[in-house]
Nanobody, 116 residues
Framework: QVQLVESGGGLVQPGGSLRLSCEGSGYSFSRYAMNWYRQGPGMERELVASITTAGRSTYDADSVKGRFTISRDNAKNMVYLQMNSLKPEDTAVYYC?????????WGKGTLVTVSS
């Protein structure tokens, strides 16, 4: 049974940093690309960043380029999202995601609030 568990969210001031973590289990973690999505208040869920099995990263949200870094540790079944220079508009629930075959799997999300 695929499980994704996010952690690391919280309240941070503008300009601050957070590192989100996601642990995958119940599948061969290293064989699948991993994604981070987010959903802000009143917003649709959007893809933030993706990382291939080999560690190549892409950032789909222009607003995070240069500030966010996605990485993975296949030995630990972990994917990370390092978020720097956070802005109030980064406030959202952040979700870890894997597309395995035709099935999308999601974690429950971790809330990031950027506010002074």
């Amino acid at each position: 049974q695929v499980q994704l568990v996010e952690s690391g969210g919280g309240l941070v001031q503008p300009g601050g940093s957070l590192r989100l973590s996601c642990e995958g289990s119940g599948y061969s973690f290293s064989r699948y690309a991993m994604n981070w999505y987010r959903q802000g208040p009143g917003m649709e869920r959007e893809l933030v960043a993706s990382i291939t099995t080999a560690g190549r990263s892409t950032y789909d949200a222009d607003s995070v380029k240069g500030r966010f870094t996605i990485s993975r540790d296949n030995a630990k079944n972990m994917v990370y999202l390092q978020m720097n220079s956070l802005k109030p508009e980064d406030t959202a629930v952040y979700y870890c995601n894997v597309l395995k075959g035709s099935e999308d799997y999601w974690g429950k999300g971790t809330l990031v609030t950027v506010s002074s």
